[in-house]
């Protein structure tokens, strides 16, 4: 037995909404196009928080736009936990820092 899953896009064809047993998951884009936060909600552990995407300046010899960590919130701050992806001067991951709270 296959659930119900359904699914509404943006103007570009990247998910808008997905909703399926355990809730709805809302998506929001930058002006790059990239994805900038995931909201739930539903009967998920998730339930009510935010994840959101954080992506390089280009400034200080990083890659602008590079996907460089994500945090994530209860709607604000403080945040429940981050983390950061840093990377060498040829854009290769280098390590990760991750932190709860703060």
């Not at 047993?21 to 936060?37: K, P």
Request: with cysteine; net charge positive.
């Amino acid at each position: 037995m296959t659930l119900d899953v359904s699914f509404t896009w943006t103007r570009t064809g990247a998910h808008a909404t997905v909703s399926d047993v355990v809730g709805t998951r809302t998506f929001a884009y930058n002006g790059a196009l990239q994805l900038e936060s995931e909201s739930t909600g539903g009967a998920s552990l998730m339930h009510g928080k935010v994840i959101e995407r954080t992506y390089q300046s280009g400034s200080g010899g990083t890659g602008k736009g590079r996907y460089n960590g994500l945090r994530g919130t209860s709607g604000g701050p403080p945040c429940d936990y981050s983390t950061i992806y840093w990377h060498d001067s040829r854009g290769r991951s280098w390590y990760f820092t991750t932190a709860g709270g703060g």
